[in-house]
């Protein structure tokens, strides 16, 4: 996967306010790149396993997910690391229209605090996570304006919510993104050329005409996490691609720039709360059963 973050220009449907999608096809097909765009996002993803990468968050989801993205917050789409056949549904909406809906009316507060809070990014779960998934899936089937008011209705349960998790809580990290948006490229394309090699921290603070202090602060106030453990996430998860194509759990180190596999073990372990034979079994336990 390419950590280039590419904008996505939207369109909403003909006829509608808002973009639906709805995809049903193997994981492989798919270039899960990550982008970004100014559209607030839903992504329901049905069944099945994957890796969530959100701004500068990677985990994992195993029964399905549900998880809002506010404007202009990077992500990678919710097939990452995943296999066999994976359905998720969509919706996207320009931030207009959803002032023009929602506009000074004191029924739509919770709904004004709900987009506040998703620049940050919301993961839901429990019983919200189950509702919103039947909505969506009826969703589907219904006219314009039905489905505006389901839509609207699906905003209000998230909004009514406590079931969920704020993945960047800290930092607002999608205006962060969007103003250094070129030199973190600088950054990213580096990380994604030589990440399964031992990484130069002065070249790197070299490539963006900063110090190695001044490069170290400058990255950990944009991206909320180090340097270091920015590149050791990207590198797991790598490594659970690998792990996925039945490499073995040394070859998977080296590959991904990890020179010791004790190390790698515990880098590993960190990032997924698992060790990576565990992981192993769980994938294959997952396309098994």
């Not at 195993?62 to 404007?71: A, Q, R, S, Y």
Request: charged letters at 25%.
């Amino acid at each position: 996967m390419s950590l280039k973050i590419e904008y996505e220009v939207i369109q909403p449907d003909e006829g509608s306010s808002f973009r639906l999608l709805h995809t049903n096809t193997e994981a492989e097909e798919f270039a899960w790149q990550y982008h970004f765009h100014p559209e607030y996002e839903i992504v329901c993803v049905l069944q099945g396993s994957g890796t969530r990468h959100i701004g500068n968050h990677f985990s994992a989801y195993n029964d399905g997910d549900l998880v809002f993205v506010g404007p202009n917050l990077p992500h990678s789409g919710f097939g990452l690391n995943s296999h066999g056949p994976h359905e998720e549904i969509v919706i996207q909406v320009r931030e207009t229209v959803l002032k023009e809906l929602l506009g000074n009316r004191p029924e739509m507060e919770q709904i004004r605090k709900l987009l506040q809070e998703s620049k940050y990014g919301l993961i839901f779960s429990g019983k919200t996570k189950k509702e919103v998934t039947r909505k969506l899936i009826r969703l589907l089937k219904l006219p314009p304006f039905e489905k505006l008011m389901q839509f609207l209705s699906i905003l209000q349960i998230m909004a009514a919510s406590v079931e969920y998790e704020l993945v960047s809580p800290s930092t607002d990290l999608s205006s962060l993104i969007k103003k250094n948006n070129a030199r973190l490229q600088k950054i990213f394309h580096h990380v994604e050329q030589h990440f399964n090699e031992e990484i130069d921290i002065q070249k790197i603070a070299s490539i963006v005409h900063l110090s190695v202090p001044s490069f170290c602060n400058y990255f950990k106030k944009v991206m909320n996490t180090t340097f270091t453990d920015y590149v050791n996430q990207y590198r797991i998860q790598r490594a659970c691609g690998l792990l996925m194509q039945e490499k073995t759990i040394a070859e998977t180190s080296f590959e991904c720039g990890f020179n010791n596999v004790v190390y790698f073990n515990k880098v590993f372990k960190t990032f997924t709360k698992m060790t990576p034979s565990e992981f192993k079994k769980e994938k294959a336990r997952e396309l098994y059963s």
